[in-house]
């Protein structure tokens, strides 16, 4: 026997019912993208390794520990496995010149990939769905993404979640900050862990964001980076602000709040939550004005957001919400195999209009099984209602419509009302085929 071949550590199947919540949610994402106007758009997984490492920076850990990059034997093209969606976002938006007539509003879906340690919320394979306005300098699309996202936690049901904020200013602002923070951190040396003392001198923000409980009171004293910035970013940040506040959201100004990439300026959010451990980021983003540039593109601004599907998932699995009932509307009871061909060309009609239904499978030489057999199956199928395609119903060119499920289980006069209707077109269709 051949050895069992399993999937890649951190690169889960997603099976059904959990596929279910999946659907669940790609659909209320897409609902509320199209009520913002936002349109969606599906780039390679695989990109060039320069776009992310000029994109996402050379010093971060994403980029030196944890891209799947490789050399392609056939070109020796270096070649990566996208670690995030922005750059090649932002790479197809320049490489197409799709902001020649005024800026996009897009958003996206599919997966990522990082060699991270596997853990909950946290996979190799992961998913995300971000959302991005390209081509608008204005505050009102920083506010309007954060705006869109708490959107679409009410539409899910998502609870727990907390909205934080901070501008990082313009590259300028940042470089003052940067060396008041390292001539800061610098005397401090002895008392930072090494992964600090590696980044000093490289990325020191990242410094900031630190988890290390034994670092907190440094970085809590540590040079604010909003101190440093001028009127125009502080305007900036304040518009935004507004149109949070007018807008009833809640939200904590976090001073710390750096996020991972180095091609972020002014606003930067987190929605955050303490139900899932130390993955408690849902969903991240800010303004990337500059990055287009990076990439060898034109100059234009950029804000934008992405979630983690997993952590959104596993947050609303927590909280009870978004379970999906894959059920469907009829099973088709087939007593006799023989009028299998007229049961199907009935249930393929029947489905034409939208009807969902399962048809009892297991028709073998000995027959289709019993009845009794056969309503089991269907209860177990959670159908709320049962089609009998019966000798004697077939022979009257009707089919019986069962309900399943009585007042205490779900059954409402509308589904009743459902099923009165299914039997006429049933009917109908009976006489027309």
Known sequence: MSEKLLAVKGMNDILPPDSARWERLESVVRDVMA??????????????????????????????????????????????????????????????NLLYDGGKRLYYMGPMFRHERPQRGRYRQFHQIGAEALGFPGPELDAELIVLAADLWREL??????LEINSLGQPDERRAHRTALVAYLLQHEASLDPEAVRRLHTNPLRILDTKNPAMQDIVNRAPK????????????????????????LAYSVNP?????????????????TDRLGS???????GRYDYLFEQIGGKPAPAVGWALGVERVLELLKEQGEG?????????????DAASMPLVMQTLRA??????????????????PGSMKSQFKKADASGARFALIFGSDELARGEVLVKPMRDASAGQTPRSMALAHEWAASLRHLQSAL
């Open 256 to 272: 710390r709040l750096v996020r991972g990439m180095d091609y972020y300026n002014l606003t930067v959010f987190e929605f955050v």
């Open 157 to 162: 049901g998502l609870k727990d979640v907390r």
């Open 35 to 96: 009520r913002y106007a936002y349109k969606n758009i599906r780039t390679p997984i695989v990109e060039q390794t320069p776009l992310f490492v000029r994109g996402l920076g050379q010093v971060t850990d994403i980029v030196e520990k944890e891209m799947y990059s490789f050399e392609d034997r056939l070109n020796g093209e270096a070649l990566t496995l996208r670690p995030e969606a922005t750059a090649g976002v932002v790479r197809a938006v320049a490489e197409h």
């Open 279 to 285: 993955q408690g980021t849902v969903c991240g983003g």
């Open 350 to 367: 029947l489905r034409g209009q939208g009807v969902r239904i399962q048809m009892h499978a297991g028709l073998g030489n000995d027959g």
């Open 225 to 248: 980076l909003i101190d440093f910035l001028g009127e125009p970013s502080l305007a900036h940040f304040s518009a935004v602000k507004a149109v949070l506040d007018a807008n009833g």
């Open 323 to 335: 379970a999906v009932l894959e059920a469907p509307d009829a099973y088709a009871v087939v007593p």
